[in-house]
């Protein structure tokens, strides 16, 4: 329970100590379509590291589940798990890049 109680009290001074890092003026108002573009971006980062996040999870899970079932196909079946652990990576990677493309259209 002591650890729990710690935690909140970082998590807490933390989130109000950031708080005036970002108190910044603006120096003009957000466009509908900067705010729009804003969003996607920011959407596309969370949804895509969401999914990979769930997608490697359960692949690991996968592939402990058939290596625990049988120790022998271990060497078959770590060189796809790995490569597969690459490619759901990469898909977030490209949702990186998209939400950067994103926000380097803001005029």
Do not use: C
Not at 20 to 45: D, M, P
Request: glycine share 10%.
């Amino acid at each position: 329970m002591h650890k729990h109680k710690l935690a909140a009290a970082a998590a807490l001074l933390t989130t109000a100590a950031s708080s005036s890092a970002f108190a910044q003026q603006a120096t003009e108002s957000a466009t509908g379509y900067q705010a729009y573009a804003a969003l996607g971006a920011g959407l596309a980062i969370g949804l895509a590291v969401l999914g990979a996040g769930m997608g490697q999870g359960r692949a690991a899970a996968a592939a402990l589940d058939g290596i625990s079932r049988n120790p022998g196909a271990a060497d078959r079946i770590q060189t796809p798990f790995i490569l597969g652990m690459a490619l759901i990576e990469s898909l977030a990677l490209f949702a990186f890049a998209i939400a950067f493309l994103l926000w380097n259209k803001l005029p």
